[in-house]
């Protein structure tokens, strides 16, 4: 599948995981995947054949690219508590390049820029690597991805490009991570207790927003505890307690606690959906 140095020693479950995490970057990058019938009409299925979404078995992982490898691993293990399940890398060639940055490179000559200008790295000629960790929480995976200039070493503090700045989650194609923090969590202390613990491991970067209106940083740390959710008590989401956060790499966070009302119309719909789903076996 790719050009690496992990190729060989993968196993196959390995490589399955990979090549899901592929197909998932693919379509971050805003490649579709092949299908069976590639030229046929869209919306066309052949006979017999189950509708998409009854061939879809949920989601598999979330992929977040990082900057510091070390720094967004450390973050998502040893503060949020996921656990690894594998880690590869080395990635380059051809055959990865294509795979995850075909669209990109298209719109690149389109535009008639540099593709470096636009965040493409050049895995096809082996100056950029590609590094991947897969951490697992309770029901999700988290896929962080470094992508780094041949000459520095795996998990450094280094990414091929420059991080983003100025990522307001109200813009479009912006991405975010949401945790759900256990019913019996005192929402407000488990902030707090997020920032101070970040915070003590040098990621100063780690902030919550407030529910309260504040002017600068100062002002932000000042206020009181409260102040650490948003508890919804009206209308369909009456139970919801939210808070958005900027994590390790200035990623893009959400955390929830879902009780009362709003608890059982989402445990409601989990239980329909199975039953659904066990209907078209």
Same mark, same amino acid.
């Given at each position: 599948?790719?050009?690496?140095?992990?190729?060989?020693?993968?196993?196959?479950?390995?490589?399955?995981?990979?090549?899901?995490?592929?197909?998932?970057?693919?379509?971050?990058?805003?490649?579709?995947?092949?299908?069976?019938? =590639? @030229?046929?009409?869209?919306?066309?299925?052949?006979?017999?054949?189950?509708? +998409?979404?009854? !061939?879809? %078995? &949920? $989601?598999?992982?979330?992929?977040?690219?990082?900057?510091?490898?070390?720094?967004?691993?450390?973050?998502?293990?040893?503060?949020?508590?996921?656990?690894?399940?594998?880690?590869?890398?080395?990635? =380059? @060639?051809?055959?990865?390049?294509?795979?995850?940055?075909?669209?990109?490179? +298209?719109?690149? !000559?389109? %535009? &008639? $820029?540099?593709?470096?200008?636009?965040?493409?790295?050049?895995?096809?000629?082996?100056?950029?690597?590609?590094?991947?960790?897969?951490?697992?929480?309770?029901?999700?995976?988290?896929?962080?991805? =470094?992508?780094?200039?041949?000459?520095?070493?795996?998990?450094?503090?280094?990414?091929?490009?420059?991080?983003?700045?100025?990522?307001?989650?109200?813009?479009?194609?912006?991405?975010?991570?949401?945790?759900?923090?256990?019913?019996?969590?005192?929402?407000?202390?488990?902030?707090?207790?997020?920032?101070?613990?970040?915070?003590?491991?040098?990621?100063?970067?780690?902030?919550?927003?407030?529910?309260?209106?504040?002017?600068?940083?100062?002002?932000?740390?000042?206020?009181?505890?409260?102040?650490?959710?948003?508890?919804?008590?009206?209308?369909?989401?009456?139970?919801?307690?939210?808070?958005?956060?900027?994590?390790?790499?200035?990623?893009?966070?959400?955390?929830?606690?879902?009780?009362?009302?709003?608890?059982?119309?989402?445990?409601?719909?989990?239980?329909?959906?199975?039953?659904?789903?066990?209907?078209?076996?």
């Amino acid at each position: 599948m790719m050009e690496s140095q992990g190729q060989v020693s993968g196993g196959l479950d390995h490589r399955d995981a990979l090549k899901t995490a592929g197909t998932a970057l693919a379509s971050a990058t805003g490649m579709t995947a092949p299908s069976a019938a =590639q @030229g046929q009409e869209a919306g066309s299925l052949k006979s017999g054949e189950r509708p +998409i979404g009854q !061939r879809l %078995r &949920g $989601v598999q992982h979330f992929g977040l690219t990082v900057q510091n490898m070390e720094r967004a691993f450390t973050f998502y293990t040893e503060v949020l508590g996921g656990t690894e399940v594998m880690r590869d890398g080395d990635f =380059q @060639g051809e055959r990865i390049h294509n795979t995850l940055l075909t669209g990109p490179e +298209i719109e690149a !000559r389109a %535009r &008639g $820029v540099n593709p470096r200008t636009m965040g493409i790295p050049d895995l096809r000629g082996g100056a950029q690597r590609l590094d991947v960790r897969f951490i697992q929480f309770d029901n999700v995976v988290i896929e962080l991805l =470094q992508y780094r200039d041949a000459d520095q070493p795996m998990g450094g503090a280094r990414a091929f490009a420059e991080p983003l700045d100025h990522m307001s989650p109200a813009f479009p194609r912006m991405m975010h991570i949401c945790f759900h923090i256990r019913d019996d969590v005192d929402f407000n202390q488990f902030i707090a207790d997020l920032e101070a613990e970040s915070g003590r491991r040098g990621m100063t970067n780690v902030r919550a927003n407030r529910i309260v209106t504040v002017a600068n940083e100062a002002e932000r740390r000042a206020t009181p505890l409260e102040a650490n959710s948003n508890g919804i008590t009206e209308g369909k989401s009456d139970g919801w307690r939210l808070i958005y956060c900027t994590g390790s790499e200035g990623e893009q966070l959400e955390f929830v606690q879902a009780l009362g009302p709003v608890k059982q119309t989402f445990d409601d719909a989990l239980e329909a959906r199975r039953k659904m789903v066990s209907a078209a076996r």
